[in-house]
């Protein structure tokens, strides 16, 4: 009986010891958590463009854009909506302007691209390549072609936002 009750309580021991580990977390989930954690204000953005093979010319636009939207707040929402805020410091007067319409998002299943649907602009949704989204920081690539004068054109726009 003595070896009965040893051997229960060594298995009972091995038992308690065994823990499980915690699962490591998706890097999918990781991404849609750091980006749902904040808000994001446009730090800065370029466009690059490339035509019939020729060096590339880069633009540098966010100084160009007007004070008043450079404090323009985007919020990626767990609903796959998109809400904007003009910040603080407005275009116009309060009320004179229509609040922009929300937005849609999701990710690609591996978390590399993000698909933005802005409805003002006819419920075009643009795909961009996630290069960087850590606690502070989304940076963003949109490649695109056009045709102008019998020319192809390929653009690309890089976006940097900062999380408030």
């Known amino acids: 009986m003595k070896k009965f009750f040893f051997l229960l309580g060594i298995a009972s021991l091995s038992l308690s010891a065994c823990k499980k ?4 977390v998706p890097v999918a989930d990781v991404r849609t958590s750091l980006l749902l954690a904040h808000d994001w204000k446009l730090a800065a953005q370029s466009v690059t463009y490339h035509r019939d093979g020729s060096n590339a010319v880069v633009q540098e636009v966010y100084s160009s854009i007007v004070p008043c939207a450079q404090d323009d707040v985007t919020k990626f929402n767990a609903d796959k909506t998109i809400a904007y805020d003009e910040g603080a410091t407005q ?6 302007m229509a609040p922009a319409e929300p937005g849609s998002w999701y990710f690609s299943n591996d978390q590399t691209t993000l698909y933005i649907n802005e409805h003002q602009l006819h419920d075009a949704t643009a795909a961009y390549q996630v290069l960087v989204l850590t606690e502070q920081t989304l940076q963003i690539r949109h490649v695109y072609t056009y045709r102008q004068n019998a020319r192809d054109y390929t653009g690309t726009e890089d976006y940097t936002y900062t999380a408030l």
């Open 91 to 96: 275009c116009g007067k309060p009320g004179e």
């Open 21 to 24: 580990d915690s699962e490591p």
